[in-house]
C-alpha cells in the first residue's frame, strides 16, 4: 500500500525568508504523480504544485518549487521570499498514474507559521 | 459561483438526526469524491463518483450514505452518526484522465453531539 510521510508537524519560517517541507513516500509504482496542497485557516484546500514522476525536471510555481529525488522517494516543497498569505497546512500527495484511479493518499500535514 | 461549493459550511447535529451535506462543482468535471479530515490524521478518501457511478466506497460505515444524481452534484446523506464522526467532510472533482488534478471545495465542519 502506498503511503505518504511528512515527518514535521511545525515549521516556522521569518516572512522574506526560504522554508522547505519535507516529504516522503512509499511506493512500488513507476508512474505517479504528487502534488502539495495548502490549506489555511479557511479549510479551503488548494493545490500548490504538483509533479510527474516521469519528469526529471524539478516543479516549479512561482516562489513555490520542488526537490523531487525519485530513487528516494523524496518530494520537498521549496517556498521562497515567505510571505503572511503563505501560513497555512501543508499537505503532500500521491496519486498513481492509472487511468480512472484517482484515489489521492495524503500525509499528515505540516503547519507552516510565518514570522513577521 | 466558480470551483467547489459545499453547503452547509457548519453542522451541528444529534446522534438520531438525519442531515444532508451538499456539493456542487462548476468546472465542468465529471469525478467528484467525499473526504474526510479528522484531528491529526491524514485525510481519509471515503467515496469516489466516476460519470455518476461509484467507483469506491472506501469501507465507509452505512450510516454515511452518498449519492450523485448527475456529474455536477454530489451528497452525503447522514443518519444516526457517532460523536467521532465529527470532522472535516471535504468534497473534490477532477477530471477523469491520469494527469487531472482534484480540486476542493471548502469543507462542511460537523459536530456530532
Known amino acids: 500500500a502506498q503511503t505518504v510521510t511528512q515527518s514535521q508537524p511545525e515549521m516556522s519560517v521569518q516572512e522574506a525568508e526560504t522554508v522547505t517541507l519535507s516529504c516522503t513516500y512509499d511506493?512500488?509504482?513507476?508512474?505517479?504523480?504528487l502534488f502539495w496542497y495548502k490549506q489555511p485557516p479557511s479549510r479551503q484546500m488548494i493545490l500548490v504544485i504538483r509533479?510527474?514522476?516521469?519528469?526529471?525536471q524539478n516543479a516549479t510555481e512561482n516562489r513555490f518549487s520542488v526537490n523531487f529525488q525519485k530513487a528516494a522517494k523524496s518530494f520537498s516543497l521549496k517556498i521562497s521570499d515567505s510571505q503572511l498569505g503563505d501560513a497555512a497546512m501543508y499537505f503532500c500527495?500521491?496519486?498513481?498514474?492509472?487511468?480512472?484511479?484517482?484515489?489521492?493518499?495524503f500525509g499528515t500535514g505540516t503547519r507552516l507559521t510565518i514570522i513577521p | 459561483e466558480t470551483g467547489v461549493t459545499q453547503t452547509p459550511r457548519h453542522l451541528v447535529m444529534g446522534m438520531t438526526n438525519k442531515k444532508s451535506l451538499k456539493c456542487e462543482q462548476h468546472?465542468?468535471?465529471?469525478?467528484m469524491y467525499w473526504y474526510k479530515q479528522s484531528a491529526k490524521k491524514p485525510l481519509e478518501l471515503m467515496f469516489v463518483?466516476?460519470?455518476?457511478?461509484?467507483?469506491e466506497n472506501n469501507s465507509v460505515p452505512s450510516r454515511f450514505s452518498p449519492e450523485c444524481p448527475n456529474s455536477s452534484h454530489l451528497f452525503l446523506h447522514l443518519h444516526t452518526l457517532q460523536p467521532e464522526d465529527s470532522a472535516l467532510y471535504l468534497c473534490?472533482?477532477?477530471?477523469?484522465?491520469?494527469?487531472?488534478?482534484?480540486?476542493f471545495g471548502p469543507g462542511t465542519r460537523l459536530l456530532v453531539l
Open positions: 511506493t512500488s509504482e513507476s508512474d505517479y504523480y
Open positions: 473534490a472533482s477532477s477530471q477523469i484522465g491520469a494527469q487531472e488534478t482534484q480540486y
Open positions: 463518483y466516476n460519470f455518476k457511478e461509484q467507483t
Open positions: 468546472l465542468g468535471h465529471n469525478a
Open positions: 509533479q510527474e514522476a516521469y519528469k526529471q
Open positions: 500527495a500521491y496519486r498513481i498514474s492509472n487511468f480512472g484511479n484517482e484515489k489521492l493518499t
